[in-house]
């Protein structure tokens, strides 16, 4: 069974920048793709980016160009760069591999 665990939250003007972590164990299948998802207050959680096994990214329109994702695959853990961050980026971030969440970081943004 895959663990998720997700670090790097924390309170952020508008404007700046965080990098979030994911490290990922109990996976024998290092190599699958990795997503992060956000959940602001009040809504659905909605899809961020992706990153295959082989290093393709993508890129939900809202972030593109301000966010980017990575992966350090030796070492099973997933990066979320954002850079530029603003007050609507607020939220709980989730990473997610195969099937399985893990419990997330939150991310707040003032304005």
């Known amino acids: 069974q895959v663990q998720l665990v997700e670090s790097g939250g924390g309170l952020v003007q508008a404007g700046g920048s965080l990098r979030l972590s994911c490290a990922a164990s109990?996976?024998?299948?290092?190599?699958?793709?990795m997503s992060w998802y956000r959940q602001a207050p009040g809504k659905e959680r909605e899809f961020v980016a992706s990153?295959?096994?082989?290093?393709?990214?993508y890129y939900t329109d809202s972030v593109k160009g301000r966010f980017t994702i990575s992966r350090d695959n030796a070492k099973n853990t997933m990066f979320l760069q954002m850079n530029s961050l603003k007050a609507e980026d607020t939220g709980v971030y989730y990473c997610k591999k195969l099937q399985y969440w893990g419990q997330g970081t939150q991310v707040t943004v003032s304005s």
């Open positions: 109990g996976d024998m299948f290092s190599f699958n793709a």
């Open positions: 990153i295959s096994s082989g290093g393709d990214t």
